[in-house]
């Protein structure tokens, strides 16, 4: 009898042992590249109303690589790197060096950790962004679309504005941070966000801070911009390498609005006083 129990125990112990490796293995081995292609509305306001038809495409035109961008998305079961891809001016052929100072950066995400690392580089200086996931309280719906050759669900959040675009800014943000100042309580600007998920990739990655949902996402709409997956690489034949970035001085969330509010609050000052 005693040897019975011994044999059972023994069992039981390799079985978990075997378990815990193929796990490991799991996560290891499988590997993914998500390539999303971006594009947004132009919104010219009040100064927009004042151009012709011709004027409008004209703009357009030297706003495409701000409008419209490619990101590549490389993940494993628990994390995953966001990059954008350099695209040239279609007028000029430069890169887009002002917008980058508020264009997201390489960004690492750990869903097991709940860790976000984002590198960021404001007027030259480097900055490593240590931060939780954005929280997002996702409502699931049981309407249904393909996208590709997969079958996805959609769900929808809140979020606030600013959570989405920490790493921006605009004079509008700045005014707002302004009148904050006052003791008067302001109305927090929610965003309302639309993705579509594919259960038959069970990860819960997706492009920039989206995140959560029970498979990869393949498109979201937040505000004026949607983001669509064009392509879908899943196990390829190179080993993919995630790594978060490393480099930069490190910051919060907070503490990058913070400095980006003041260099921009003190470059409008230089700039009225000449």
């Given at each position: 009898m005693?040897s019975?129990?011994?044999?059972?125990l023994?069992?039981?112990?390799?079985?978990l042992?075997s378990?815990?490796?193929?796990?490991?293995q799991t996560?290891?081995?499988f590997?993914a590249?998500?390539?999303?292609f971006?594009?947004?509305?132009?919104?010219?306001?009040?100064?927009?109303?004042?151009l012709?038809?011709?004027?409008?495409?004209e703009?357009?035109?030297?706003?495409?690589?701000?409008?419209?961008?490619?990101?590549v998305?490389?993940?494993?079961?628990?994390?995953?790197?966001f990059t954008e891809e350099d695209q040239l001016?279609?007028?000029?052929?430069?890169?887009?060096?002002?917008?980058k100072?508020f264009?997201p950066?390489?960004?690492?995400?750990n869903?097991?950790?709940?860790?976000?690392?984002?590198?960021?580089e404001?007027?030259?200086k480097?900055?490593?962004?240590?931060d939780?996931l954005?929280?997002?309280?996702?409502?699931?719906?049981?309407?249904t679309k393909?996208?590709?050759?997969?079958?996805c669900?959609k769900?929808?959040?809140?979020?606030p504005?600013?959570?989405?675009t920490?790493?921006s800014?605009?004079?509008?943000?700045?005014?707002?941070?302004?009148e904050s100042?006052?003791t008067?309580?302001?109305?927090?600007?929610m965003?309302?966000?639309?993705?579509?998920?594919?259960?038959?990739?069970?990860?819960?990655?997706?492009?920039?801070?989206?995140?959560?949902?029970?498979?990869?996402?393949?498109?979201?709409?937040?505000?004026?911009?949607?983001?669509l997956?064009?392509?879908?690489?899943?196990?390829?034949?190179?080993?993919?390498?995630?790594?978060?970035?490393?480099k930069g001085k490190?910051?919060?969330k907070i503490?990058?609005?913070?400095?980006?509010?003041?260099?921009?609050?003190?470059?409008r000052?230089n700039?009225?006083?000449?």
């Amino acid at each position: 009898m005693k040897s019975k129990v011994i044999t059972t125990l023994a069992l039981v112990f390799v079985f978990l042992i075997s378990t815990s490796v193929n796990e490991t293995q799991t996560t290891q081995e499988f590997q993914a590249k998500a390539y999303y292609f971006s594009k947004s509305k132009m919104d010219l306001g009040k100064w927009g109303a004042r151009l012709s038809e011709a004027q409008k495409k004209e703009v357009g035109a030297r706003m495409k690589n701000r409008l419209e961008k490619g990101y590549v998305l490389s993940f494993n079961k628990e994390e995953s790197v966001f990059t954008e891809e350099d695209q040239l001016d279609a007028i000029s052929g430069a890169t887009d060096s002002w917008g980058k100072n508020f264009a997201p950066g390489k960004q690492y995400k750990n869903v097991k950790t709940n860790t976000q690392l984002q590198q960021q580089e404001f007027y030259g200086k480097k900055f490593l962004v240590k931060d939780v996931l954005q929280p997002i309280e996702w409502s699931l719906d049981s309407e249904t679309k393909k996208i590709g050759n997969y079958s996805c669900f959609k769900a929808t959040a809140l979020i606030p504005t600013n959570e989405l675009t920490w790493y921006s800014f605009s004079w509008d943000k700045l005014r707002n941070t302004t009148e904050s100042d006052s003791t008067e309580v302001k109305e927090v600007k929610m965003t309302q966000i639309e993705a579509w998920y594919a259960p038959q990739i069970p990860v819960r990655h997706g492009p920039l801070d989206y995140w959560g949902l029970p498979g990869l996402i393949l498109e979201v709409s937040a505000d004026n911009t949607t983001m669509l997956c064009s392509k879908l690489v899943l196990n390829p034949g190179e080993i993919i390498e995630i790594e978060a970035p490393s480099k930069g001085k490190e910051v919060s969330k907070i503490e990058y609005q913070d400095i980006i509010t003041k260099k921009m609050k003190e470059f409008r000052k230089n700039r009225m006083g000449r």
